[in-house]
């Protein structure tokens, strides 16, 4: 890796407390914790370049080495072993790179060592008994695995106070937003969290930079979960992966002719990938002494040609334009969508004619 940019180095945190303040009840997402929750949700997915960055920008952000190794290692009782050691051998590499290139890595503070006649039951039981809300939980079906999650998880591992339960959650809840499959866990552990320290309105911050820094599933999961907690409504969307088919740059010069946020990657052998936010359409258009080539490689969208009913568009499917036809084509309202496309039969002069907005009435009726 070459010389990494040092923006700022942050005042870490030196007092890290296990007790809820009246601070905490109200705090929002420190730069730290921000980081935590993009290394969790790379840990979990097992995105090990993602997790690199994210480490980086956490040592950068006041992230010390003891908190990231802490966090990476609590995650194996989530996300399993094979993931937790391998984002380990990351941060291992990260530490050495950082020290050859002259960087800040600030060690930070161990956990405080526990007492001779600690009982891990005991305080475990304690733990996850605030976590759930108050109310003592058993999972009497399967004995072992409770008392692995007492004496173990919420004992041996929250007992350390080089994070505060607050932090755990925050990690926690991001890497199971990773994690497919895993809702119900989710639904859980947000509403633990809060019961744990974490505000929220931190808690509402997390979907965002999940879907800045991780991926619009990690942040779509969450946002399920949140609703279901909050009780509000939630309109589920589908979403895209960008490590497929690159989501690329504000489509900036077409953005008059467009109804939402269009994106564009330009792809080798003259062949662009536009991605369309759930929603987005271009207006009506016209190709003039050209046939223009769509293929939905993700996602759902509409094509529509003048006078005609609305074809669905998911992937694979496949539009040929032809000249002089009157159309436009978009996402559909709770979906991503992505195309490729291209021209070809292109004539001297070949143009296209931009008209009219896909009114909100004719699309809100397909």
């Known amino acids: 890796m070459g010389r990494l940019t040092l923006i700022a180095a942050l005042t870490a945190l030196t007092a890290m407390t296990t007790t809820i303040t009246a601070q905490d009840k109200y705090m929002t997402l420190a730069n730290r914790q921000r980081t935590l929750v993009t290394i969790a949700a790379n840990e979990a997915k097992g995105n090990l370049e993602g997790l690199k960055v994210s480490l980086n920008e956490g040592l950068e952000q006041g992230l010390t080495v003891s908190e990231a190794k802490e966090a990476l290692s609590q995650l194996y009782a989530y996300t399993g072993f094979p993931r937790s050691l391998n984002a380990l051998g990351i941060l291992q590499q990260v530490i050495r790179e950082r020290k050859e290139?002259?960087?800040?890595?600030?060690?930070?503070?161990?956990?405080?060592?526990?007492?001779k006649d600690y009982d891990a039951l005991k305080q475990?039981?304690?733990?996850?008994?605030?976590?759930?809300?108050?109310?003592?939980?058993?999972?009497?079906?399967?004995?072992?695995?409770?008392?692995?999650l007492k004496a173990h998880l919420f004992?041996?591992?929250?007992?350390?106070?080089?994070?505060?339960?607050?932090?755990?959650?925050?990690?926690?809840?991001?890497?199971?937003?990773?994690?497919?499959?895993?809702?119900?866990?989710?639904?859980?552990?947000v509403s633990g969290s809060r019961n744990?320290?974490?505000?929220?309105?931190?808690?509402?911050?997390?979907?965002?930079?999940?879907?800045?820094?991780?991926?619009?599933?990690e942040a779509?999961?969450?946002?399920?979960?949140?609703?279901?907690?909050?009780?509000?409504?939630?309109?589920?969307?589908?979403?895209?992966?960008?490590n497929i088919w690159p989501k690329g740059e504000p489509n900036t010069a077409y953005a008059k002719y467009f109804v939402g946020n269009s994106?564009?990657?330009?792809?080798?052998?003259?062949?662009?990938?536009?991605?369309?936010?759930?929603?987005?359409?271009?207006?009506?258009?016209?190709?003039?002494?050209?046939v223009q080539v769509l293929v939905c490689v993700a996602g759902k969208g509409w094509y529509q040609e003048w006078g005609k009913d609305p074809v669905v568009m998911t992937p694979g499917t496949i539009i040929e334009i032809p000249e002089g036809v009157k159309h436009w084509h978009g996402a559909a309202k709770d979906s991503w969508f992505q195309h490729l496309t291209y021209h070809k039969d292109v004539q001297e002069g070949a143009s296209n004619e931009w008209l009219e907005a896909v009114s909100d009435?004719?699309?809100?009726a397909l």
Request: hydrophobic residues 40%.
């Open 124 to 148: 475990g039981t304690k733990v996850q008994t605030q976590l759930v809300g108050g109310q003592p939980f058993t999972y009497a079906f399967a004995p072992q695995t409770d008392y692995y």
């Open 196 to 217: 744990m320290g974490v505000s929220d309105e931190a808690l509402k911050e997390i979907p965002a930079i999940l879907e800045e820094k991780v991926g619009l599933a």
């Open 361 to 364: 009435s004719h699309y809100d």
């Open 220 to 242: 779509e999961r969450l946002r399920g979960a949140l609703a279901k907690v909050f009780g509000e409504k939630y309109h589920p969307v589908q979403t895209v992966d960008f």
């Open 155 to 189: 004992g041996d591992i929250f007992a350390r106070n080089n994070l505060s339960f607050a932090d755990r959650e925050i990690v926690t809840v991001s890497a199971i937003s990773a994690l497919p499959g895993c809702e119900p866990q989710l639904v859980a552990h």
């Open 263 to 290: 994106y564009l990657a330009q792809m080798a052998g003259g062949i662009a990938n536009v991605t369309f936010e759930p929603g987005c359409r271009n207006n009506w258009h016209i190709h003039h002494k050209q």
């Open 101 to 115: 290139a002259g960087l800040v890595v600030e060690e930070g503070r161990d956990a405080d060592p526990l007492s």
